[in-house]
């Protein structure tokens, strides 16, 4: 309780396993936690601490559900940010979570919550368009209001000190039209960084994909990514031969540098 104050906000990242109103700390132990039960313990602290603000992040499949009515968390007082929504799943990444990644990028770089909520959902709607980041900071349990947006845009940590803000990630600046022949077209993207592009590729969804409905755990991405290359200036690119299907596919872009930090992705619609 020293450490917390009106001054000095209590920020909690919580991430694991989870299910509709449970995250899991230790599953074979049996030991998770509740919206209910956090709620609680809060507001011992809440009491304790007049004036206290406080912001929970949720990484998390049905994250949401932290937030939605019945068993919500929020509370005047109380920024509340959830990588999906009540129902939905949520999706890892090479080093961690598609959703936590751009979030923490984003704060890194001065970003209020708020700012760095809008990054994280943009980046998560474009690799992920089935997971729905949820915010709610009014304390009604109504998640992507305009007023949580107006709290949540008050917070953050641009403190001396609290975060490197010296780390950008690289910028997928554009992406070249794809047109198919016989099965075959060109991948082109140009990437950005003030240091150095490791590595940039592609996953490609083909018409017939059909995402996971249910699961536990952060869904792992099964369909294999396709390499871009050096074309100089910039420019990375690979042919792709696998467009067999008629219909549409799509088309998710990414990019990383030597410093591991991840670009926006970018999603593209190919019609065969």
């Known amino acids: 309780l020293g450490r917390v104050d009106e001054e000095r906000p209590l920020t909690l990242y919580l991430v694991d396993h989870g299910i509709p109103n449970r995250l899991y700390l230790d599953k074979p132990a049996g030991e998770w936690v509740t919206p209910a039960q956090l709620d609680t313990w809060l ?46 799943l949520a999706y890892a990444s090479d080093r961690g979570a598609i959703f936590s990644d751009h979030f923490s990028a984003a704060l890194n770089q001065g970003a209020s919550v708020y700012g760095a909520f809008e990054s994280a959902r943009g980046a998560t709607r474009a690799a992920y368009p089935y997971q729905t980041p949820w915010l709610d900071a009014n304390g009604n349990g109504i998640p992507n209001e305009p007023a949580d947006a107006q709290i949540a845009a008050l917070r953050g940590f641009a403190y001396a000190g609290t975060l490197s803000s010296d780390q950008w990630p690289p910028y997928i600046a554009q992406v070249a039209p794809v047109s198919v022949s016989a099965g075959a ?79 926006q992705p970018v999603a593209i619609t190919v019609r065969t």
């Open 43 to 88: 507001a011992q602290v809440e009491a304790a601490r007049s004036g206290l603000h406080v912001n929970v992040f949720v990484e998390a499949c049905y994250a949401g559900s932290f937030i939605g009515l019945p068993q919500s968390l929020s509370r005047a007082g109380r920024v509340v940010v959830a990588s999906t929504g009540a129902t939905n």
């Open 185 to 263: 077209g060109d991948l082109r993207v140009e990437v950005r960084d003030d240091s150095e592009v490791r590595y940039v590729w592609a996953v490609i969804y083909p018409p017939s994909y059909t995402p996971p409905t249910t699961q536990e755990e952060l869904v792992q991405e099964t369909l294999p990514p396709v390499e871009l290359l050096s074309q100089g200036n910039d420019w990375y690119g690979a042919k792709y031969t696998g467009f067999n299907e008629i219909g549409e596919y799509r088309v998710v872009f990414y990019a990383e540098d030597d410093l591991g930090l991840a670009a």
